[in-house]
């Protein structure tokens, strides 16, 4: 419990810059860590809060996008926020960077959570060929720079937060 403490002030601390909060699980978060979870929400609003879960990350070969949507939407859903919506923008579904709705969902979000799993493919789906923002990526920029935002990851999903300095094969992104 103090170690979890600890890394959640440390988290606020680190994104004080920001007009948005930042925090970043280096990964294992348990299902039942409500001070963790607990902690997201109320920086995104509470029982207002509405929830952008995005799976992209996730393999087929372990737990992929939709399984990896289930067990996340139970577990945001039982902290009671306004709505939890799942992000379909994975490395099969790219299209959905442009898709409307998909947009919509990401302009209302309060809380952005990428899960675990291979934050390569967190850049394939959301970054366009010349390596520039997809409109679903911009409109979660968007976001953050709004207060009461929260932008939230595990594990890859952490990895992925980076400002200019992420490796894929070599190259820089």
């Given amino acids: ?12 601390l680190a994104a004080s810059a920001a007009a948005g909060t930042l925090f970043l699980v280096g ?4 299902d039942n860590n409500t001070a963790i979870y607990g902690g997201m929400l109320e920086a995104a609003g509470g029982d207002s809060a509405d929830v952008a879960v995005i799976t992209s990350a996730s393999d ?3 737990c992929d996008p939709d399984s990896s949507w289930a067990l996340y939407s139970k577990i945001f859903l039982s ?7 799942w992000i379909p923008i994975d490395v099969n579904h790219t299209q959905n960077n442009h898709n409307p709705e998909v947009i919509a969902n990401l302009t209302r979000a309060s809380l952005f959570f990428f899960s675990g799993g291979d934050q390569e493919r ?3 789906s959301f970054l366009l060929a010349e390596h520039t923002d997809s409109p679903a990526l911009a409109a979660i920029r968007q976001r953050f720079a ?3 935002v929260v932008i939230a990851g595990t ?5 992925c937060q980076t400002a200019k300095v992420m490796f894929m094969d070599g190259e820089s992104y």
Avoid at 1 to 12: D, E, I, K
Avoid at 27 to 30: F, Q, R, S
Avoid at 155 to 159: D, F, I, Y
């Fill in 155 to 159: 594990s890859a999903g952490t990895a």
């Fill in 79 to 85: 902290y009671k926020p306004r709505s939890v919506v």
């Fill in 122 to 124: 967190i850049l394939i």
């Fill in 1 to 12: 419990m103090a170690l979890g403490s600890c890394v959640f002030v440390l988290l606020l």
């Fill in 146 to 148: 709004q207060p009461n």
């Fill in 27 to 30: 990964g294992e978060l348990a």
């Fill in 60 to 62: 087929d070969g372990c």
